[in-house]
Antibody, heavy 122, light 111 residues
Framework: EVQLVQSGAEVKKPGDSLRISCVASGYSFTSYWIGWVRQMPGQGLEWMGIIYPADSDTKYSPSFQGHVTISVDKSINTAYLQWSSLQASDAAIYYC???????????????WGHGTLVTVSS | DIVMTQSPLSLPVTPGEPASISCRSSQSLLHSDGSHYLDWYLQKPGQSPQLLIYSVSNRASGVPDRFSGSGSGTDFTLKISRVEAEDVGVYFCMQALQTRTFGQGTRVEIK
C-alpha cells in the first residue's frame, strides 16, 4: 500500500528539541518530493517546505526558514521535521505530504500522512 | 507571497443540489510551461486533507466526477454537480506556482 506513516503525538516544553518522522512505503521514495504542512488548532494549512530525497535538495517557506530543519534518511525511506528549540506557538498538527507527478506535470500533494500532533506547554 | 482568497468561507448545501467555491490569487498562476498551478483539497472532519483537483481541472485518482475545477489567470472555481453528505468538510485551494500558499478554507455543511 502506498502510504506515509507519521510518528506519534508529542508533548514537549518550550525550549525542548524535537524530531518527528514520516516513513514512506509502497513507492520509490527517492522519486518524489516530500513536504511538510502545519495546521494550528482550528486553523488552516501552512506550507513549511519540501525536500527531494534523492539528493536532499530542500526548499523552505520563508515563514519557517531558520526555525525548522527538514531532512531525510533515504536508507530507511524516512523524512524528518526537526526543531532545536520549540516555542509555544509551534503547537500544531504537522502533516507530511508527497508531491505528485503525472508525466512532466506536477500533480498536487497527492499523498498525506495522518498527521503528528505536537503539544508545547510549560 | 501569493495570497489566496476563497469565497464563501461557509457554504450550507442541500444534498443533490450543486455547489460552487471560488478561489482568487493575488497574481496570475500561469506558469511558463502553460499550466496553472492551482489545486483543490478537501479536509473531511477528523481526517487529513486529500487532493481533489490539480492544475485547475485534473481530478486526482479516485475522485468522483461530480467534482470539477475550472479557471485561469487569477480566478478559479471548484464545482460539485450534486452534493452528497460525504462531501462535508473544509475545502482549500492552494497555489504551487511559487512557494505554496493555501486559501483560508471554505466550510461546507449540510443544511
Amino acid at each position: 500500500e502506498v502510504q506515509l506513516v507519521q510518528s506519534g503525538a508529542e508533548v514537549k516544553k518550550p525550549g525542548d528539541s524535537l524530531r518527528i518522522s514520516c516513513v514512506a512505503s509502497g513507492y520509490s521514495f527517492t522519486s518524489y518530493w516530500i513536504g511538510w504542512v502545519r495546521q494550528m488548532p482550528g486553523q488552516g494549512l501552512e506550507w513549511m517546505g519540501i525536500i527531494y530525497p534523492a539528493d536532499s535538495d530542500t526548499k523552505y517557506s520563508p515563514s519557517f526558514q531558520g526555525h525548522v530543519t527538514i531532512s531525510v534518511d533515504k536508507s530507511i525511506n524516512t523524512a524528518y521535521l526537526q526543531w532545536s528549540s520549540l516555542q509555544a506557538s509551534d503547537a500544531a498538527i504537522y502533516y507530511c505530504v508527497r508531491r505528485g507527478q503525472s508525466g512532466r506535470l506536477v500533480a498536487g500533494l497527492d499523498l498525506w500522512g495522518h498527521g503528528t500532533l505536537v503539544t508545547v506547554s510549560s | 507571497d501569493i495570497v489566496m482568497t476563497q469565497s464563501p468561507l461557509s457554504l450550507p448545501v442541500t444534498p443533490g443540489e450543486p455547489a460552487s467555491i471560488s478561489c482568487r490569487s493575488s497574481q496570475s498562476l500561469l506558469h511558463s510551461d502553460g499550466s496553472h498551478y492551482l489545486d483543490w483539497y478537501l479536509q473531511k472532519p477528523g481526517q487529513s486533507p486529500q487532493l481533489l483537483i490539480y492544475s485547475v481541472s485534473n481530478r486526482a485518482s479516485g475522485v468522483p466526477d461530480r467534482f470539477s475545477g475550472s479557471g485561469s489567470g487569477t480566478d478559479f472555481t471548484l464545482k460539485i454537480s450534486r452534493v452528497e453528505a460525504e462531501d462535508v468538510g473544509v475545502y482549500f485551494c492552494m497555489q504551487a506556482l511559487q512557494t505554496r500558499t493555501f486559501g483560508q478554507g471554505t466550510r461546507v455543511e449540510i443544511k
